[in-house]
Nanobody, 123 residues
Framework: VQLQASGGGLVQAGGSLRLACAAS????????MGWFRQAPGKERDFVAA????????YYADFVKGRFTISRDNAKNTVYLQMNSLKPEDTAVYYC?????????????????WGQGTLVTVSS
């Protein structure tokens, strides 16, 4: 599976961005797709995930109510809609693919990763 993340940029606090992760190379029906983020000097943290086949979603507590993960079957693309952005959301955001059934919160379970897209939120 090849993953291509896009949509990052510079936004003011309170603003919105939509990230996209386009997948190719394999059907995603057996995968869970996740978004993680990594700020400078910190570990890569879980943000959100979605089971491709069931549509079940998972969120980190710090993004609940602000971020929404979704998928477009026809485009083989996963989206992360980010609203009410805060300066502490600044990070490189990565999309990943994990075989369905593993712990979606655990980055070590993800087999494939995209290249990352930078999100910068100014105060």
């Amino acid at each position: 599976v090849q993953l291509q993340a896009s949509g990052g940029g510079l936004v003011q606090a309170g603003g919105s961005l939509r990230l996209a992760c386009a997948a190719s190379g394999r059907t995603l029906s057996r995968y869970t797709m996740g978004w993680f983020r990594q700020a400078p000097g910190k570990e890569r943290d879980f943000v959100a995930a979605i089971s491709w086949s069931t549509g079940t979603t998972y969120y980190a507590d710090f993004v609940k109510g602000r971020f929404t993960i979704s998928r477009d079957n026809a485009k083989n693309t996963v989206y992360l809609q980010m609203n009410s952005l805060k300066p502490e959301d600044t990070a490189v955001y990565y999309c990943g693919a994990a075989v369905y059934g593993v712990d979606p919160f655990d980055r070590r379970r993800y087999t494939y990763w995209g290249q990352g897209t930078l999100v910068t939120v100014s105060s």
